[in-house]
């Protein structure tokens, strides 16, 4: 017994709480009005009701009225001819006549005091009609225009549910657009380094060693040409050392040039070209020793 009272008791808040959400007090007021207008039409109608049991009640009284006045005069001409009977007949008819004719005046009265009674109510029901219908149109234009009020300020705010679901709908359209820009900058880069070069059939694997042979080539010749400059400017560096140091010096400085040739070749690895000659490195014949193969006199 006591499941079936929550059970209900949820029921009823759960039902009402959806005819307060579905529920708007213009409606509602609209409604109302329209229910006053009924009352006052039906208050109307019962007013023209009375009136018209009145008014019927009122011409029943005057057809007794004349009845009566006509057995009055009977009575009175039958007494003139000696017919007492008749007379006594009339009398009693005119006697009933007046009797129904005092009920009818009752009832005349009571139906009138009624209409009265209605028509007064019909009056402050109208003027209360009235009021209601201005009330009415003044509390809608309040709650339509704080309606709108409270409208824009969501707006403003951002708060409201259409604005909720538009400031969502460009977050994932900025989501979109970073998650393409991202993937745009990543395949630039693969597309850079050449791994999508070959996506569309198999790879290459000969023109790749042959690309990466060429490249090694173009930097062994950029590096012969920077030997060769560096060796051109060496007979000037020898020149200058000569004139003081003699024939000493200068074998000093071709072992120390070949010291330097063997330090490149060295480093140079399999592309490193041939150590250079005494005439390349601009040293004087006349100044080499002389290597002599027969025995001085006198030695």
């Given at each position: 017994m006591g499941v079936m009272k929550r059970v209900q008791l949820v029921f009823k808040a759960k039902?009402?709480?959806?005819?307060?959400?579905?529920?708007?007090?213009?409606?509602?007021?609209?409604y109302s009005y329209q229910r006053q207008l009924e009352l006052l039409t039906k208050v109307r109608r019962g007013v023209a009701d009375v009136a018209t049991s009145r008014k019927r009640v009122e011409?029943?009284?005057?057809?007794?009225?004349q009845s009566s006045d006509k057995l009055d005069v009977q009575a009175r001409k039958a007494l003139g001819m000696g017919r007492e009977d008749l007379a006594r007949e009339a009398l009693t008819r005119k006697s009933s006549a007046a009797s129904q004719l005092n009920d009818l005046q009752a009832q005349y009265a009571?139906?009138?005091?009624?209409?009265e009674k209605l028509t007064v109510a019909s009056q402050r029901l109208q003027a209360?009609?009235?009021?209601?219908?201005?009330r009415k149109e003044t509390i809608k234009a309040t709650y339509t225009a704080a309606e709108a009020q409270t409208r824009i300020n969501e707006a403003f705010s951002g708060i409201s549910e259409e604005m909720g679901d538009v400031g969502m709908a460009i977050q994932r359209a900025e989501d979109k657009t970073a998650q393409m820009q991202a993937r745009a900058g990543a395949i630039d880069e693969l597309m850079a380094s050449g791994a999508l070069d070959d996506l569309g059939g198999k790879r290459d694997d000969i023109q790749s060693e042959?690309?990466?042979i060429s490249a090694g080539s173009d930097v062994e010749s950029e590096l012969r040409r920077l030997r060769g400059?560096?060796?051109?400017?060496?007979?000037?560096?020898?020149?200058?050392?000569?004139?003081?140091?003699?024939?000493?010096?200068?074998?000093?400085h071709g072992d120390s040039q070949q010291s330097?040739?063997?330090?490149?070749?060295?480093?140079?690895?399999?592309?490193?070209?041939?150590?250079?000659?005494?005439?390349?490195?601009?040293?004087?014949?006349?100044?080499l020793p002389v290597a002599n193969d027969q025995p001085q006199d006198g030695g």
């Amino acid at each position: 017994m006591g499941v079936m009272k929550r059970v209900q008791l949820v029921f009823k808040a759960k039902a009402n709480k959806a005819l307060d959400k579905m529920e708007d007090p213009r409606e509602t007021l609209d409604y109302s009005y329209q229910r006053q207008l009924e009352l006052l039409t039906k208050v109307r109608r019962g007013v023209a009701d009375v009136a018209t049991s009145r008014k019927r009640v009122e011409l029943q009284m005057n057809q007794l009225q004349q009845s009566s006045d006509k057995l009055d005069v009977q009575a009175r001409k039958a007494l003139g001819m000696g017919r007492e009977d008749l007379a006594r007949e009339a009398l009693t008819r005119k006697s009933s006549a007046a009797s129904q004719l005092n009920d009818l005046q009752a009832q005349y009265a009571q139906l009138q005091a009624e209409e009265e009674k209605l028509t007064v109510a019909s009056q402050r029901l109208q003027a209360k009609v009235d009021a209601f219908r201005t009330r009415k149109e003044t509390i809608k234009a309040t709650y339509t225009a704080a309606e709108a009020q409270t409208r824009i300020n969501e707006a403003f705010s951002g708060i409201s549910e259409e604005m909720g679901d538009v400031g969502m709908a460009i977050q994932r359209a900025e989501d979109k657009t970073a998650q393409m820009q991202a993937r745009a900058g990543a395949i630039d880069e693969l597309m850079a380094s050449g791994a999508l070069d070959d996506l569309g059939g198999k790879r290459d694997d000969i023109q790749s060693e042959l690309d990466a042979i060429s490249a090694g080539s173009d930097v062994e010749s950029e590096l012969r040409r920077l030997r060769g400059e560096i060796e051109a400017s060496a007979p000037k560096q020898l020149e200058g050392g000569a004139n003081g140091d003699g024939q000493h010096g200068d074998s000093q400085h071709g072992d120390s040039q070949q010291s330097q040739a063997q330090s490149a070749q060295a480093q140079s690895g399999p592309y490193a070209p041939p150590a250079p000659s005494v005439q390349s490195a601009g040293i004087p014949v006349s100044d080499l020793p002389v290597a002599n193969d027969q025995p001085q006199d006198g030695g």
